[in-house]
């Protein structure tokens, strides 16, 4: 060792070494014998933490002290590119969702480029990094807590990851207009409707249309302990009858049969068993409230129009198909039983 450096020569190897103004991991290293013996510090150093760090002679050590193979790990791994923390991302999303996603044509105003910023929920300065799957996936660099300010590459499904929009117009209702639903039981329902004389004869309701066999299949349903769907009433103030805004035939249906003016196969309400009474009145309906003292008629006409035009019903051509696949597999069950 010269004169300047430390007191006693290292063995080859990694140390941390000291300088006038600063200690780093450095590695010690000699050559040669005698006067031809030659020594060296040599630190590792690149401009960029994503590349291979360099060595570099370092001078002017005054002392060193040993470093552990963990200190000497950290001081030579490099910092992923943000593609490759998108392909780690990717991969470990894949094997938490084992199963295929279901594909969907994305339009080109939801495929996005690297770089761009997109909305997340409510995460933080959420930018695009690259994208899997013909853009059904796509990774993402954000920030979830702004308070530590920590960057991270998440795998998200495209159906999650929004443009940055400045729209100003808005279709949504007033939340207090939104209709909150919570689910009843049908004894609860019916009881309600009886006790209350719930009244389904607004002047926007359309006349008892169900059929008997419309009702009967209600009423196996609610046997087989099936969701009967849903049920609007609109709340009004004393001495006006609440209504029934939706679900009319549904309410005909149950009040009916439990009032004894249908049989099931032959069957009426006074001829089951009390389980399957208990059956019947715990099918469970969805059901929601419009305060009337809160809303106009104009909202209650277009509540009526939205909740009877959602969805598209199914043609008695396609449940008579299903029906039919129905009793075919009741009936190949029945087979394997049998052999």
Same mark, same amino acid.
């Given at each position: 060792?010269?004169? *300047?450096?430390?007191?006693?020569?290292?063995?080859?190897?990694?140390?941390?070494?000291?300088?006038?103004? @600063?200690? $780093?991991?450095?590695?010690?290293?000699?050559?040669?014998?005698?006067?031809?013996?030659?020594?060296?510090?040599?630190?590792?150093?690149?401009?960029?933490?994503?590349?291979?760090?360099?060595?570099?002679? =370092?001078?002017?050590?005054?002392?060193?002290?040993?470093?552990?193979?963990?200190? $000497?790990?950290?001081?030579?791994?490099?910092?992923?590119?943000?593609?490759?923390?998108?392909? %780690?991302?990717?991969?470990?999303?894949? +094997?938490?969702?084992?199963?295929?996603?279901?594909?969907?044509?994305?339009?080109?105003?939801?495929?996005?480029?690297?770089?761009?910023?997109?909305?997340?929920?409510?995460?933080?300065?959420?930018?695009?990094?690259?994208?899997?799957?013909?853009? +059904?996936?796509?990774?993402?660099?954000?920030?979830?807590?702004?308070?530590?300010?920590?960057?991270?590459?998440?795998?998200?499904?495209?159906?999650?990851? %929004?443009?940055?929009?400045?729209?100003?117009?808005?279709?949504?209702?007033?939340? /207090?207009?939104?209709?909150?639903?919570?689910?009843?039981?049908?004894?609860?329902?019916?009881? @309600?409707? $009886?006790?209350?004389?719930?009244?389904?004869?607004?002047?926007?309701?359309?006349?008892?249309?169900?059929?008997?066999?419309?009702? +009967?299949?209600?009423?196996?349903?609610?046997?087989?302990?099936?969701?009967?769907?849903?049920?609007?009433?609109?709340?009004?103030?004393?001495? =006006?009858?609440?209504?029934?805004? /939706?679900?009319?035939?549904?309410?005909?249906?149950?009040?009916?049969?439990?009032?004894?003016?249908?049989?099931? /196969?032959?069957?009426?309400?006074?001829?089951?068993?009390?389980?399957?009474?208990?059956?019947?009145?715990?099918?469970?309906? %969805? $059901?929601?409230?419009? *305060?009337?003292?809160?809303?106009?008629?104009?909202?209650?006409?277009?509540?009526?129009? /939205?909740?009877?035009?959602?969805?598209?019903?199914?043609?008695?051509?396609?449940?008579?198909?299903?029906?039919?696949?129905?009793?075919?597999? @009741?009936?190949?069950?029945?087979?394997?039983?049998?052999?």
């Amino acid at each position: 060792m010269n004169k *300047n450096g430390p007191a006693t020569e290292p063995r080859p190897g990694f140390y941390w070494a000291t300088t006038p103004d @600063r200690e $780093v991991i450095a590695r010690y290293q000699a050559a040669g014998r005698g006067a031809k013996r030659v020594t060296a510090w040599v630190e590792f150093v690149s401009d960029d933490p994503t590349l291979d760090k360099q060595p570099r002679i =370092l001078t002017d050590v005054t002392s060193y002290r040993p470093a552990s193979k963990a200190e $000497v790990d950290q001081a030579f791994a490099r910092v992923l590119t943000l593609e490759e923390q998108a392909d %780690m991302a990717y991969q470990a999303y894949r +094997q938490r969702k084992y199963r295929p996603t279901r594909e969907v044509v994305i339009p080109p105003e939801r495929r996005f480029k690297p770089g761009e910023a997109v909305e997340i929920g409510e995460l933080h300065d959420c930018r695009v990094v690259k994208t899997y799957e013909d853009g +059904q996936l796509i990774a993402a660099q954000l920030t979830r807590d702004m308070t530590t300010g920590i960057r991270s590459v998440e795998v998200w499904p495209w159906l999650t990851v %929004m443009p940055i929009t400045t729209a100003v117009v808005h279709f949504a209702p007033r939340r /207090d207009h939104v209709l909150s639903y919570s689910w009843s039981d049908v004894e609860s329902i019916l009881n @309600r409707v $009886v006790e209350f004389n719930v009244a389904d004869n607004a002047r926007y309701q359309r006349e008892y249309a169900w059929t008997l066999e419309d009702k +009967q299949r209600l009423i196996r349903a609610a046997l087989n302990g099936r969701s009967l769907g849903k049920l609007v009433f609109v709340k009004r103030p004393y001495p =006006l009858q609440s209504q029934l805004l /939706d679900g009319k035939q549904r309410i005909d249906a149950l009040l009916g049969y439990v009032a004894g003016q249908y049989p099931l /196969d032959g069957v009426y309400w006074n001829q089951l068993c009390k389980g399957d009474r208990r059956a019947i009145f715990e099918a469970q309906l %969805m $059901v929601a409230e419009i *305060n009337e003292e809160r809303v106009d008629e104009v909202f209650i006409l277009q509540t009526f129009l /939205d909740v009877n035009a959602a969805g598209v019903p199914q043609s008695e051509e396609h449940l008579n198909k299903v029906r039919a696949q129905l009793q075919e597999a @009741r009936a190949c069950k029945l087979a394997r039983k049998s052999a």
